[in-house]
């Protein structure tokens, strides 16, 4: 799937709100108002790497950029095909 610099933005900000629920069901506390996005970022992506729910990065890619491009790309799979963000 290629995405759009705006459409992954958009996309990375919907995974940290959907993943927060997760976080929150999997009996983990939730986002703090005082972490950073990349805090958010790798907490969410490391939590769904060890859930099996996306595929782990080569360790020499676990970076933010990448890190935000998978979560661009799971949140895009959980989208209905009729959601705004799948067809920006």
Wanted: proline fraction near 7%.
């Amino acid at each position: 799937m290629k995405m759009k610099p705006k459409q992954e933005a958009q996309l990375v900000k919907e995974a940290l709100r959907v993943g927060e629920v997760y976080m929150k069901n999997r009996g983990f506390d939730g986002f703090k108002p005082t972490d950073s996005s990349g805090l958010k970022i790798s907490n969410l992506y490391q939590l769904l790497a060890v859930d099996k729910l996306i595929t782990p990065l080569a360790k020499d890619q676990e970076d933010e950029p990448h890190m935000k491009h998978k979560l661009a790309l799971w949140i895009a799979k959980q989208l209905p095909d009729n959601h705004p963000l799948k067809n920006s």
